[in-house]
């Protein structure tokens, strides 16, 4: 008989609550799940509010949205195992600790985060109700398995860091797929910075609770 071994992992991370949140005792709300840049790694915390809804909120913005926006250790990258299988782990936990919505659950993330994100939603096809890679890369020929995750694709047209054809690929990839529905915007003037312009479009969170696990059969 084999004896299962259970791991425990631990990750900082970041919490936004909306406003409203605990009025209704029985409102479930939905939830982002924030992957930043690899300029984002470390200890410290503070570090993570440089970009994204981490930033917007902390200025202020309201968002109708759980946020949990964890932070990849200085020697790790969101895209290796370990780390693939902490931020599981971790969506989980605030499945069971906060009031979240499983069937709402939207990923998205920037340059090292937008390489989470396709590596994320290719680990777990079935987790997320639609996902925004930004300047990111995936993996083309694995797109038949997320052809039913919307997915928004941001990536700027100049960007010397994350070749505009990382995205482009994804795209096409998941169009030939026959995927359900797949967003793409380039900011033609836009280097590597195509996120501010991106998390600043109040459309991407309206769009976000277009979706859920159950529209997405």
């Given at each position: 008989?084999?004896?299962?071994?259970?791991?425990?992992?631990?990750?900082?991370?970041?919490?936004?609550?909306?406003?409203?949140?605990?009025?209704?005792?029985?409102?479930?709300?939905?939830?982002?799940?924030?992957?930043?840049?690899?300029?984002?790694?470390?200890?410290?915390?503070?570090?993570?509010?440089?970009?994204?809804?981490?930033?917007?909120?902390?200025?202020?913005?309201?968002?109708?949205?759980?946020?949990?926006?964890?932070q990849c250790p200085g020697d790790d990258w969101w895209?290796?195992?370990?780390?693939?299988?902490?931020?599981?782990?971790?969506?989980?936990?605030?499945?069971?600790?906060y009031r979240v919505d499983p069937d709402r659950i939207?990923?998205?993330?920037?340059?090292?985060?937008?390489?989470?994100?396709?590596?994320?939603?290719?680990?777990?096809?079935?987790?997320?109700?639609?996902?925004?890679?930004?300047?990111?890369?995936?993996?083309?020929?694995?797109?038949?398995?997320?052809?039913?995750?919307?997915?928004?694709?941001?990536?700027?047209?100049?960007?010397?860091?994350?070749?505009?054809?990382?995205?482009?690929?994804?795209?096409?990839?998941?169009?030939?797929?026959?995927?359900?529905?797949?967003?793409?915007?380039?900011?033609?003037?836009?280097?590597?910075?195509?996120?501010?312009?991106?998390?600043?479009?109040?459309?991407?969170?309206?769009?976000?609770?277009?979706?859920?696990?159950?529209?997405?059969?």
């Open positions: 008989m084999k004896k299962r071994i259970t791991k425990t992992v631990a990750i900082n991370y970041l919490l936004y609550l909306p406003k409203d949140y605990g009025k209704d005792g029985k409102k479930l709300w939905p939830m982002i799940l924030f992957l930043h840049g690899a300029g984002e790694r470390g200890d410290n915390l503070e570090a993570v509010k440089k970009h994204g809804p981490p930033k917007l909120v902390a200025a202020g913005k309201e968002l109708p949205f759980v946020i949990v926006s964890p895209t290796s195992v370990e780390m693939i299988d902490t931020l599981s782990a971790l969506s989980d936990e605030m499945v069971a600790r939207y990923l998205t993330g920037l340059s090292m985060g937008g390489f989470g994100t396709w590596e994320m939603v290719l680990t777990f096809p079935k987790r997320f109700a639609a996902i925004a890679p930004i300047c990111g890369r995936g993996r083309p020929y694995q797109a038949n398995r997320i052809k039913n995750v919307p997915a928004w694709v941001f990536h700027g047209g100049k960007d010397p860091v994350v070749p505009l054809k990382d995205s482009e690929d994804m795209v096409n990839a998941l169009k030939k797929a026959g995927a359900k529905e797949v967003k793409f915007t380039v900011y033609p003037e836009a280097g590597h910075d195509s996120w501010t312009e991106a998390y600043n479009n109040p459309e991407l969170y309206s769009w976000f609770l277009e979706h859920s696990l159950k529209s997405n059969k």
